[in-house]
């Protein structure tokens, strides 16, 4: 499974909803995605979010926000993937966030 941090969705009004993202990585493809909307991008939430939405020893592959360095002490693989300065793929939680925000 794959999770970014957080996606942004804005309101008709200018509010910001944060949504977590976890995608389900299946060979060159996606599997299932979770989508959970969370208060804020503390380690609390973010784990919280991961322990529902996963296994216990899952691989969780992550951006470099500091929250999610809890994970190995909550039982998981983590796998951090930091992007800088140059263009990527985009993830499977990318693809999944901008496919849920066109319908």
């Not at 499974?1 to 949504?19: E, H, K, P």
């Not at 930091?82 to 496919?99: P, Y």
Request: proline share 2%; aromatic share 6%; with cysteine.
């Amino acid at each position: 499974m794959r999770l970014d941090s957080q996606g942004m969705w804005y309101n008709n009004r200018g509010q910001v909803t944060l949504v977590a993202v976890a995608a389900e990585v299946r060979g060159t493809g996606t599997g299932r995605i979770r989508l959970h909307r969370t208060h804020d991008s503390s380690a609390e939430s973010l784990v919280g979010f991961v322990k529902q939405a996963l296994e216990p020893g899952s691989v969780v592959v992550t951006d470099g926000l500091p929250s999610y360095l809890g994970l190995e002490a909550a039982g998981y693989r983590h796998r951090q993937r930091v992007v800088r300065g140059r263009r990527q793929r985009l993830t499977a939680c990318c693809r999944a966030f901008i496919a849920s925000r066109r319908s």
